[in-house]
């Protein structure tokens, strides 16, 4: 059973930090493609970072590019995202998920989920 859980969501005032981490399970690491996806109150889910285990290859939204970074640890299914500089609108919950091997931005086409983890900015 393939099990995505997402951590480190939390409240931060803005101009702060948090890391967020994604431990797999269940899973050949190196298959997948684990994106972040956020949803900000009343609005759709947006993909705003990838990373693919085959070959480290990553993407960035531009509204987070230059202020969150994203990385994989493979000995521990783990991926990560700094968040850095945050902004009252980085206010969501953020779910990690997997998509086959490539990083893909369409949120439904992420074949797992984990629970999803709330980040608050207060101004």
């Known amino acids: 059973e393939v099990q995505l859980q997402a951590s480190g969501g939390g409240l931060v005032q803005a101009g702060g930090s948090l890391r967020l981490s994604c431990v797999a399970s269940g899973v050949t690491f190196e298959d997948y493609a684990i994106g972040w996806v956020r949803q900000a109150p009343g609005k759709e889910r947006v993909v705003i970072s990838c990373?693919?285990?085959?070959?480290?290859?990553?993407y960035q939204a531009d509204s987070v590019k230059g202020r969150f970074t994203i990385s994989m640890d493979n000995a521990k299914n783990t991926v990560y995202l700094q968040m850095n500089s945050l902004k009252p609108e980085d206010t969501a919950v953020y779910y990690c998920a997997a998509h086959a091997v490539i990083c893909t931005l369409p949120p439904h086409e992420y074949d797992y989920w984990g629970q999803g983890t709330l980040v608050t900015v207060s101004s």
């Open positions: 990373i693919s285990s085959a070959d480290r290859t990553t």
